[in-house]
T-cell receptor
Framework: DQQVKQNSPSLSVQEGRISILNCDYT??????FLWYKKYPAEGPTFLIS?????DKNEDGRFTVFLNKSAKHLSLHIVPSQPGDSAVYFC???????????FGKGTKLSVKP | DVKVTQSSRYLVKRTGEKVFLECVQD?????MFWYRQDPGLGLRLIYF???????EKGDIPEGYSVSREKKERFSLILESASTNQTSMYLC??????????FGPGTRLLVL
């Protein structure tokens, strides 16, 4: 039973436009959410996180939105750049436990 | 900067061989994790450790074991490698309940 779902396996966006990656979760006990970016043949790189006490966190071109009532979070990348092309993983945890539950990832392609 | 290193980037082994994957972190992190990544399946947790000599099973521990004799080092052992263990293996570490930082990964091919 998947607790963290990324329903879009892939997304294609034009350079300069907004990329929106979505993630849904089922466990209402999750209180910490993260996004990781992964290039082929490399380990995932931490991108941005959000605590359940917030509904938005911003870091440069990256913004994460959390809608607790819908159990949904999204990552916005504005403006998108070709170097953003990678697989993006959403992850969630109960901070008291420490281990992360990952979604299956969304492959983002940003076309010049 | 957090640094997590893995002993090999690429490894080719034969079915039935015993395989050791080593992971070292230099940030005095309490927690260490082993995942495998397969296309369409995302990252799946094999084992994790909250302290030296402590280990906990993750979602897919079958066919694997781990060892944590020192705080900075976490080893994954494939007792008898099989072809379905061909995968990308990723090690991560973190302070308590904080963000996990990943190593570069080991791509293992079992023939």
């Amino acid at each position: 039973d998947q607790q963290v779902k990324q329903n879009s396996p892939s997304l294609s966006v034009q350079e300069g436009r907004i990329s929106i990656l979505n993630c849904d979760y089922t466990n209402s006990m999750f209180d910490y959410f993260l996004w990781y970016k992964k290039y082929p043949a490399e380990g995932p790189t931490f991108l941005i996180s959000i605590s359940s006490i917030k509904d938005k966190n911003e870091d440069g071109r990256f913004t994460v939105f959390l809608n607790k009532s819908a159990k949904h979070l999204s990552l916005h990348i504005v403006p998108s750049q070709p170097g953003d092309s990678a697989v993006y993983f959403c992850a969630a945890s109960k901070r008291s436990q420490g281990n992360l539950i990952f979604g299956k990832g969304t492959k983002l392609s940003v076309k010049p | 900067d957090v640094k997590v290193t893995q002993s090999s980037r690429y490894l080719v082994k034969r079915t039935g061989e015993k395989v050791f994957l080593e992971c070292v972190q230099d940030m005095d992190h309490e927690n260490m994790f082993w995942y495998r990544q397969d296309p369409g399946l995302g990252l799946r947790l094999i084992y994790f450790s909250y302290d030296v000599k402590m280990k906990e099973k993750g979602d897919i521990p079958e066919g694997y074991s781990v060892s944590r004799e020192k705080k900075e080092r976490f080893s994954l052992i494939l007792e008898s490698a099989s072809t379905n263990q061909t995968s990308m293996y990723l090690c991560a570490s973190s302070w308590y309940q904080e963000t996990q930082y990943f190593g570069p990964g080991t791509r293992l091919l079992v023939l």
